[in-house]
């Protein structure tokens, strides 16, 4: 079975400075998704961004990237420029790729993200 | 974009009495639905997979006579918590898949509801 790890309960970041949240994930297939989601106080889901494991490139948004190491099963997220808005919880998810999976993802235990002014 | 409506957003309800939440689609056709079921700033846990006209699946350790799902259209999933007790307490937060035209597929983006805050006393 597949899990993934998010061994940061909390972070905090200075506005306009850069953080980096980790995940890592264990699984035995080659081919998957990875995800960054940000759960605002609203509790509203969001897809910060998404990456195909077969991608050697490391997927960008703005003013977020991730990291992707497929041979040590890691993907951490970079924040820069942190805004206020920027302040969640935000949970890294794994789904696999299998046509044979339901789809369904499977998430870390979240981090926290704080933002200071 | 894809809209997935989730209602009620919050729900108060006696311990023994049994409440509906309901998952819709508003866009798209859903072929399956997830149920996910999050303590307070605690991860969220898979339930069970909702696939339109057939049983849903549900995960090691719930109980599917407790949460009783039926997916009956393309665009409506139910989850039913039955004889709800205090400790049925949750965020609960349904996510279903868009993708290309009207019917969902496999790798298309999952969308999520904006959860239902229940609270039995």
């Known amino acids: 079975a597949q899990t993934v790890t998010q061994s940061q309960p909390e972070m905090s970041v200075q506005e306009a400075e850069t953080v980096t949240l980790s995940c890592t994930y264990d699984t035995s297939e080659s081919d998957y998704y990875l995800f960054w989601y940000k759960q605002p106080p609203s509790r509203q889901m969001i897809l910060v961004i998404r990456?195909?494991?077969?991608?050697?490139q490391n997927a960008t948004e703005n003013r977020f990237s991730v990291n992707f190491q497929k041979a040590a099963k890691s993907f951490s997220l970079k924040i820069s420029d942190s805004q206020l808005g920027d302040a969640a919880m935000y949970f890294c998810?794994?789904?696999?790729?299998?046509?044979?999976?339901?789809?369904?993802?499977?998430f870390g235990q979240g981090t926290t993200l704080q933002v200071k002014p | 974009g894809a809209v997935v409506s989730q209602h009620p957003s919050r729900v108060i309800c006696k311990s023994g009495t049994s409440v509906k939440i309901e998952c819709r689609s508003l866009d798209f056709q859903a072929t399956t639905m997830f149920w996910y079921r999050q303590f307070p700033k605690k991860s969220l846990m898979l339930m069970a997979t909702s696939n339109e006209g057939s049983k849903a699946t549900y995960e090691q350790g719930v109980e599917k006579d407790k949460f009783l799902i039926n997916h009956a259209s393309l665009t409506l999933s139910t989850l039913t918590v039955t004889s709800a007790h205090p400790e049925d307490s949750s965020f609960y937060i349904c996510?279903?898949?868009?993708?290309?035209?009207?019917?969902?597929?496999?790798?298309?983006?999952?969308?999520f509801g904006n959860g239902t805050r229940l609270t039995v006393t």
């Open positions: 998810a794994y789904r696999s790729a299998l046509q044979t999976n339901t789809g369904k993802l499977i």
């Open positions: 990456q195909e494991a077969y991608k050697q």
């Open positions: 996510s279903a898949r868009s993708g290309v035209g009207d019917v969902s597929s496999y790798n298309s983006p999952l969308h």
